[in-house]
């Protein structure tokens, strides 16, 4: 079946370590997403993909790092910089860079850091 | 800048009553897209609706439609004879399509509105 994978679920992690957040999709879309949802509040845009080897920052770059080397794959680590980590995190991929079509959303994970 | 606003933080309605959710915006584009989604207890989001900036015809899909008027900014969600398999929190977002250039550099969501269905 096409879809989104993010994985693990769930993540715990200790003040001061950086963290990886996987994320891959099959649907072969052109662009892919990072958000961050905090309790009580909407979605806000971390980085953004619209073509393999490139990315841009969204609304709340800071502390976060992406890299897309394949289509399928657009991995967010989560780093020591960033001041509130803990938070549900969901990625999102769109089949075209060149117009607003639908996002469609993956399971999500689940950060805790303590 | 783009914004969304869904002034209902939480609704609470008995199973088989009609719920409107309410969607308020702010662009300074003339082509946007508006979006519909649902976020039930698992966390995925769901894709409901997507409408575009020219068509304000309203859409009907089964008990679930949409109120888009542009002289008021809002684009309504209405669930007819609500189900408790509704309850969940639905967000509105928005999409510019000029000032983004070109429109696929992410979603504006409200915050959401938590909607409970009793049974």
């Known amino acids: 079946d096409g879809g989104i994978t993010q994985s693990p679920k769930y993540l715990f992690r200790k003040e001061g370590q950086n963290v990886t957040l996987s994320c891959e999709q099959n649907l072969n879309h052109d662009a892919m997403y990072w958000y961050r949802q905090d309790p009580g509040q909407g979605l806000r845009l971390i980085y953004y993909s619209q073509i393999v080897n490139d990315f841009q920052k969204g609304d709340i770059a800071e502390g976060y790092s992406v890299s897309r080397e394949k289509k399928e794959s657009f991995p967010l680590t989560v780093t020591s910089a960033q001041k509130n980590p803990t938070a549900f995190y969901l990625c999102?991929?769109?089949?075209?860079?060149?117009?607003?079509?639908?996002?469609?959303f993956g399971p999500g994970t689940r950060l805790t850091v303590t | 800048a783009q914004k969304v606003t869904q002034a209902q933080t939480e609704i609470s309605v008995v199973e088989k009553e009609d719920v409107t959710l309410d969607c308020v915006y702010e662009t300074r584009d003339t082509t946007y897209y508006l979006f519909w989604y649902k976020q039930p207890p698992s966390g995925e989001l769901v894709f409901l609706i997507r409408?575009?900036?020219?068509?304000?015809q309203n859409e009907i899909s089964g008990r679930y439609s949409w109120n888009f008027q542009k002289s008021t900014s809002s684009f309504n969600f209405t669930i007819t004879a609500s189900q408790v398999v509704d309850s969940a929190v639905y967000f509105c977002a928005l999409s510019e399509v000029f000032s983004s250039g070109g429109g696929a550099d992410g979603l504006t969501f409200g915050k959401g509105t938590h909607l409970i269905i009793q049974p």
């Open positions: 999102a991929s769109t089949q075209g860079a060149d117009h607003p079509y639908e996002q469609y």
């Open positions: 409408r575009n900036s020219f068509d304000e």
